[in-house]
């Protein structure tokens, strides 16, 4: 059964969907079986890991409302061991169709439920909201992963979010665990993402994982190709980075193989 890992942040621009993409691609690169999940309605994911959101015929989004099988969406990508369940614009209508359907909440679940047995890990790209799906993901997700941009505003809305998290764990998901806070958009040139890593991990210490994520310029040209980072320049900085955040995710579910390396390159 399949370890599910949502990537929530209701503020925009920190990374969520880069670090859905390239920890998908990273951990399916290392020979895991992963899903990679668009929840998100700008199908960002769906277009940065190369397919066109307006060509896809069944997307999260149907198996959602129409109850389509997600083995009819499911998408082989062109990463061995990586497929993504798209999204679709239609996504943004969702939360208001589901507003009166019963067990609301639970609709994303019994989605993975169909499939969860399939892969090692399923990723989930969630919006930049805390509406009815990300509620849906947080719900039916094994633990999230929170990006934080090494920037003057990292903190800001994390405590709300942390609250919803924790009215998910008391009222739908009791399951769900903080898999980490992760650090994106570090720029070791500048004192100030120094001193937002250090206020981060000084007040969250062991929830912010070991790996930082760097500024780096292939890892944001990827998605213009349609690539993960590590499909696109597999020795940047940026694949080292995810590749390592992917280990860090394994060993910390005691999922590792005899192949894989226990050796890592620090951030």
Do not use: W
């Not at 949502?6 to 895991?32: D, F, M, R």
């Not at 399939?118 to 509620?135: E, H, W």
């Not at 020795?235 to 390396?261: F, H, M, S």
């Amino acid at each position: 059964m399949s370890k599910i890992i949502a990537l929530a942040n209701q503020k925009g621009g920190v990374g969520k969907t880069t670090s859905s993409i390239n920890l998908a691609a990273s951990l399916a690169v290392l020979e895991y079986r992963t899903l990679l999940v668009d929840a998100d309605p700008q199908a960002n994911a769906t277009s940065g890991i190369g397919f066109d959101p307006r060509n896809v015929k069944n997307s999260i989004y149907e198996c959602i409302i129409n109850e389509v099988d997600p083995s009819e969406a499911i998408i082989k990508t062109e990463t061995p061991n990586l497929d993504l369940l798209p999204a679709h614009i239609d996504l943004v209508g969702a939360e208001i169709e589901m507003i009166n359907l019963e067990n609301r909440e639970y609709k994303m679940q019994e989605v993975f439920n169909k499939i969860r047995d399939n892969y090692d890990f399923i990723i989930i790209d969630c919006s930049p909201s805390l509406g009815l799906i990300t509620i849906n993901a947080l719900t039916a997700a094994d633990s999230v992963i929170v990006p934080v941009q090494c920037e003057y505003f990292a903190l800001e809305g994390l405590g709300k979010l942390l609250n919803t998290i924790k009215i998910v764990q008391n009222r739908l998901n009791p399951q769900l665990e903080i898999e980490g806070i992760l650090l994106t958009m570090y720029d070791v040139r500048l004192r100030l993402s120094n001193q937002v890593v250090e206020e981060v991990r000084n007040h969250f210490e062991d929830m912010v994982f070991d790996t930082i994520i760097q500024r780096n310029t292939r890892l944001s040209e990827a998605p213009s190709f349609g690539l993960s980072v590590i499909m696109h320049d597999a020795t940047c900085k940026g694949a080292i980075n995810y590749l390592n955040l992917a280990r860090e995710v394994i060993r910390k579910n005691g999922l590792v193989k005899d192949e894989l390396a226990e050796t890592t390159e620090t951030a």
